[in-house]
């Protein structure tokens, strides 16, 4: 059986607003199920183990999809979720892919993460697929190729936009704007209309664009790995 790691935040603060933030339970949920029916086996880790906050924004009742109810009614997961191992004792051998849900949490301790950099590293040079989702893939802000390249230079990927970042009203809260990143460190950035389904695919690379993009990523990551 294969086996995907999935890394989440332990951040539960947006920045100096005094507001919670954390993981977005739907960039969780889809992909989890997805990947769990399609007879993946999964494990969760987060830089301090144990539970990983979840963005309360994303519990809203216009945020819900068909995953997040079952993820709600699911005992067995939410047991898994609260005890995530910790970032530090878990490595690439052993596992087919990485992925990476988002939320704003992951700006200020995922991309940060000599942990987490080396990890996406090492799936990466030992040809195995990382995959991120919304504002995840700001977590390849410090990763390098083999070469000590950005990891993302020249690679198509997408990710949260600065026009979502302003609708959400947290472009002046979040350390960086995802997209302007992306671009600076050579990305070959896209997106198309906000919150619509967007996922990129180049070579072990994938990225998606927003929550509504979580299944999409799931898919790729799927496909890959058939």
Sequence with gaps: MKKILFVLTSNDKLGDTGNKTGFWIEEFSSPYYLLKDAGFSIDLASPKGGQPPVDPNSESEDAQ???????YNDKETQE???NTQQLSSVNQEGYDAVFYPGGHGVLWDLVDSSESKKLIESFYQ???PVSFVCHAPAVLKNTK???????VKG?????????EE??????????FLLEDMLIENGGIYSKIEDWQPYAVEDGLLITGQNPASSEKVAK????KLS
């Design 65 to 71: 999809t068909e995953s997040t109810k079952r993820f």
């Design 80 to 82: 898994v979720l609260a």
């Design 126 to 128: 030992h040809k195995k």
């Design 145 to 151: 190729d083999a070469d000590g390249n950005p990891l």
């Design 155 to 163: 690679k198509k990927v997408t990710g949260f936009t600065n026009q």
């Design 166 to 175: 302003e609708a959400v009203q947290l472009s002046e809260v979040v350390p």
């Design 220 to 223: 790729l990551l799927i496909q």
